[in-house]
């Protein structure tokens, strides 16, 4: 995402100079202004900087929530992360507190943050937060798949092949899989995701969550990624069950390569994806070695 130029020309401005500061990582309504946590107007007013994904965004949501900005703004986006978090983080040895929010959501989690958040620990400034809305919590909520473990995968690679390695690494993933995905690419993910993980594998694609066209659709992957072919518009957040748990019996030599190249093509050595594999499956890592061993001299391979 790209953020808007500082509110104020100069570059980030010194707080109060006794003592270190606070970080405070703020979440920020994903659709709703209405679901904005009470405490958000509060530290608005309090930080001595509130450091935004897009300013401007953040002028409309403390409008939109009665609330004063009461120090500088500036921003706080991909395109400056890395240049201004030194900053930042040297306004918080003087004593700052400052307030860091981003579009939608948790800060750090696929936004910007983690940078500064790992700054201030470096340093031993405080960091505390002001939960709010998550995505990925309110999809997995709604998905109706297990909920009791899951992994956050954040955006897949947006080329098919490094995508599709992605995704193959996953596909013995027992825990709940939750993805953010652009529009425009979903259909294409969605297909991956049913190449990768098989096409009755059960997902929910969670679009435009808490806003007025909110959709939940479930289904196995095959059926989203016909749906998706269509076109779908929004903020996607998709939901994909965990691999079933299986019988070592039960996997033929066949499957045992096929997991062993999933994670030579993710950028494995072959020893070492021979060993995850047997640990995976409780298969013997003779067994999965000598399997490689055979499907690389067979006639074709």
């Known amino acids: 995402m790209t953020g808007s130029a500082d509110s104020a020309s100069g570059g980030v401005p010194g ?19 209405a ?41 706080y ?31 750090s989690v696929s936004d910007p943050g983690y940078r500064l958040v790992a700054a201030a620990v470096e340093r031993g400034v405080r960091v505390t937060a002001v ?45 709940t899989l939750v993805y953010f995905e652009a529009p425009h690419r979903l259909a294409d993910a969605l297909a991956a995701m049913a190449e990768a993980f098989g096409p009755e594998r059960r997902a929910a694609v969670c679009r435009e969550l808490t806003k ?11 059926e989203l ?3 998706a072919a269509d076109g779908v518009r929004g903020e996607i957040t998709v939901v994909v069950e965990g691999a079933p748990e299986r019988d070592p019996a039960d996997l033929d030599d ?6 062993v190249r999933a994670r030579e093509e993710a950028g494995e050595r072959r020893k070492e994806a021979i060993a995850a594999v047997a640990a995976d499956t409780g298969v013997p890592k003779r067994r999965v070695f000598d399997a490689v061993v055979a499907a690389k001299h067979a006639p074709g391979a």
């Open 35 to 75: 679901d904005a946590p009470p405490r958000l107007a509060a530290e608005l007013g309090r930080a001595d900087i509130v450091a935004a994904e897009d300013t401007r965004r953040l002028r409309r949501l403390a409008q939109a929530l009665g609330a004063s900005v009461g120090g500088r703004v500036v921003s």
């Open 15 to 33: 707080g109060p100079t006794d003592g270190i500061g606070t970080l405070v990582l703020a979440g920020t309504p994903i659709g709703d202004p």
């Open 225 to 227: 990624a016909a749906w």
């Open 212 to 222: 007025t066209y909110e959709e939940v659709r479930r289904g196995p992957l095959a």
């Open 254 to 259: 066949g499957e045992l390569v096929r997991r």
């Open 77 to 107: 986006f991909e395109g400056n992360e890395s240049a201004r978090t030194p900053e930042l983080a040297d306004a918080l040895d003087g004593g700052a507190r400052v307030l860091l929010v981003t579009d939608a959501g948790m800060p």
């Open 131 to 175: 939960p709010g809305p998550s995505a990925v919590l309110t999809a997995l909520a709604l998905s109706g798949l297990p909920v009791d473990r899951f992994c956050f995968e954040g955006f897949l690679p947006r080329k098919a092949g490094e995508r599709l390695a992605r995704l193959r690494e996953a596909a013995e993933e027992r825990r």
